[in-house]
């Protein structure tokens, strides 16, 4: 079955130390790559997204994502986190066939970013 | 996320009651999901619309219906609660290419 794997379920950091949150997925064919932040209390927003194209992927709020095909991953970095990053990110697959649109979500990792 | 709308917010239910979980969007997309929240768990899909009068199951429908009756509103209905349904309940719709929007949720518990 496809799935997706998020290996770190809770990071702390100080601020304006460096981010890297990791990513992979399980499907061989082509997908479509996302992550998602859910800020406390608040729903899902989109954090930027991987279609086709240069594998590095630039999203809001300073976040990058970079896709590499042959390790399956989809890793979410950021130079400098601030104290507003806290919160819960989650990356996301939705497999090119069937174009349901069906997203298969990872387990989540909660980032509590410290003053 | 204003184009999804979500009601009630908050919801407790006894073991054994029913209740519906309303989902309405004003962005005139097609496809639109249900999805519950886990600690843990992250997203799972529970049915999703691929269009009016269209729905199929996703990875977790057990214990659930949907309905779809027009182009704008997806319903989500528990028919007999079950505190394993203790969750938050995520409507959200397909927009763009294959992104989705969500709505601000449905916190669920179940006694």
């Known amino acids: 079955a496809q799935s997706v794997s998020q290996h770190n379920h809770h990071v702390i950091l100080s601020e304006a130390a460096s981010l890297e949150l990791g990513c992979n997925y399980s499907y061989g064919g082509t997908v479509n790559l996302f992550w998602y932040v859910q800020y406390p209390g608040q729903h899902l927003q989109l954090l930027l997204k991987?279609?086709?194209?240069?594998?590095l992927v630039k999203g809001i709020k300073g976040f990058e994502a970079e896709f590499i095909k042959s390790k399956f991953s989809f890793n979410l970095r950021k130079p400098s986190v601030q104290w507003s990053d806290t919160a819960e990110y989650f990356c996301?697959?939705?497999?090119?066939?069937?174009?349901?649109?069906?997203?298969?979500f990872g387990q989540g990792t909660t980032l509590q970013v410290k003053p | 996320n204003a184009g999804v709308t979500q009601t009630p917010k908050f919801q407790v239910l006894k073991t054994g009651q029913s209740m519906t979980l309303q989902c309405a969007q004003d962005?005139?997309?097609?496809?639109m999901y249900w999805y519950r929240q886990d600690p843990g768990m992250g997203l799972r899909l529970i049915y999703y619309?691929?269009?009016?009068?269209?729905?199929d199951k996703g990875e977790v429908p057990n214990g659930y219906n949907v309905s779809r009756l027009n182009k704008r509103e997806f319903s989500l209905r528990l028919e007999s609660a079950a505190p394993s349904q203790t969750s938050v309940y995520f409507c959200?719709?397909?927009?763009?290419?294959?992104?989705?929007?969500f709505g601000p949720g449905t916190r669920l518990t179940v006694t």
């Open positions: 619309s691929a269009s009016e009068g269209t729905t």
């Open positions: 996301a697959v939705n497999p090119s066939s069937g174009n349901t649109g069906k997203l298969i």
């Open positions: 962005m005139n997309h097609n496809s």
């Open positions: 991987y279609f086709s194209g240069d594998p």
């Open positions: 959200a719709l397909r927009g763009g290419v294959y992104e989705q929007y």
